[in-house]
């Protein structure tokens, strides 16, 4: 009797301790399967732009990017794009006043017109993502990738680069690229799902 009552009590404690553990251990299975999916998500994602590398370094250096879906990374990849091109802008602005050279004034002067209009395309993008309308995405970002090769023109014969503007605009242009295939992407997947939704209505 006290044999059966020691081996239930064992057997008990066993329980309650598996069910401690065992929750945790499931979440932390789930957090490692969740965190390798996205990074394979990121991975496809990049490898359809013009650099895979400078998109990975360009994304993974937002800390939304770990936990981010497909959405969540076209909005990371709008916010980047935005960012640089204000400074960009910015720092165009601050050449034109400060340079003596009228040759370059112009240079810098036209950048920035089409920096400025950059900005105004990625402000309606803002507002289309907002409007899931995807298609209209690719189609602003389209404008402002013309505009970019315009400045690039511009700055091409441009030996006083000392703000790296000429990199610089050619990492702008690779975030423009980012925001377009990710546009793109879900633009087919709510496609994809709406089709699914009509079919379960019928």
């Keep these: 009797m006290a044999s059966t009552f020691a081996t239930l009590s064992m057997l008990l404690c066993l329980s309650l301790l598996f069910m401690s553990i065992?929750?945790?251990?499931?979440?932390?299975?789930?957090?490692?399967?969740?965190?390798?999916?996205?990074?394979?998500?990121l991975k496809k994602m990049c490898s359809k732009t013009s650099d895979s590398k400078l998109c990975l370094d360009f994304m993974k250096?937002?800390?939304?990017?770990?936990?981010?879906?497909?959405?969540?990374l076209l909005e990371i990849a709008i916010d980047l794009a935005y960012?640089?091109?204000?400074?960009?802008?910015?720092?165009?602005n601050s050449l034109y006043d400060s340079s003596g050279d009228y040759k370059l004034k112009d240079q810098y002067n036209?950048?920035?017109?089409?920096y400025h209009d950059t900005i105004r395309n990625l402000?309606?993008?803002?507002?289309?993502?907002n409007d899931r309308d995807y298609k209209r995405i690719e189609v602003q970002i389209s404008d402002s990738v013309e505009?970019?090769?315009?400045?690039?023109?511009?700055?091409?014969?441009?030996?006083n680069d000392s703000h790296d503007l000429k990199k610089r605009t050619k990492e702008f242009e690779l975030l423009c690229d980012v925001v377009k295939v990710s546009a793109k992407?879900?633009?087919?997947?709510d496609r994809d799902d709406k089709d699914r939704d009509d079919e379960d209505d019928d």
């Design 83 to 92: 960012s640089k091109a204000t400074d960009i802008h910015k720092d165009l």
């Design 185 to 189: 992407y879900l633009e087919g997947k």
């Design 22 to 41: 065992d929750p945790s251990f499931a979440g932390h299975h789930h957090k490692k399967h969740h965190d390798k999916h996205n990074k394979s998500r």
């Design 147 to 159: 505009e970019i090769r315009d400045c690039k023109n511009q700055l091409k014969n441009n030996e």
């Design 61 to 72: 250096s937002d800390s939304r990017t770990s936990g981010a879906d497909n959405r969540g």
């Design 110 to 114: 036209s950048c920035s017109k089409n």
């Design 123 to 129: 402000d309606l993008v803002k507002k289309l993502f």
